[in-house]
């Protein structure tokens, strides 16, 4: 079956930087696209990046020049780096694995920014 794991969240004053990773496994992570989730306390999970099959990669405005997404085919995990962390970028943030059969989900894993 398709699991993903995140890892890499925690604590960080603000100015900060964290890089999260989610390993995939259960499909070709080759060509399959993935994206960078989060969903702060009371508000709507919202889209911080996506990857697709050939590298390419779109940002929310909000993080653009400050998050960098990636993947590792080798070690099928895909990154998402974050530099210049703000406190309004406190929130559990989710990898997706965008597949032919459906999208699905990693557990999330917090990030806590500290002003």
């Known amino acids: 079956q398709v699991q993903l794991v995140e890892s890499g969240g925690g604590l960080v004053q603000a100015g900060g930087s964290l890089r999260l990773s989610c390993k995939v496994s259960?499909?070709?992570?080759?060509?399959?696209?993935m994206a960078w989730f989060r969903q702060a306390p009371g508000k709507e999970r919202e889209l911080v990046a996506r990857?697709?099959?050939?590298?390419?990669?779109n940002y929310q405005d909000s993080v653009k020049g400050r998050f960098t997404i990636t993947r590792d085919i080798a070690k099928n995990t895909v990154y998402l780096q974050m530099n210049s962390l703000k406190s309004e970028d406190t929130a559990v943030y989710y990898c997706?694995?965008?597949?032919?059969?459906?999208?699905?989900w990693g557990q999330g894993t917090q990030v806590t920014v500290s002003s």
């Open positions: 990857i697709g099959m050939s590298g390419s990669a």
């Open positions: 259960g499909l070709t992570f080759s060509i399959c696209p």
């Open positions: 997706k694995a965008e597949w032919f059969s459906g999208d699905y």
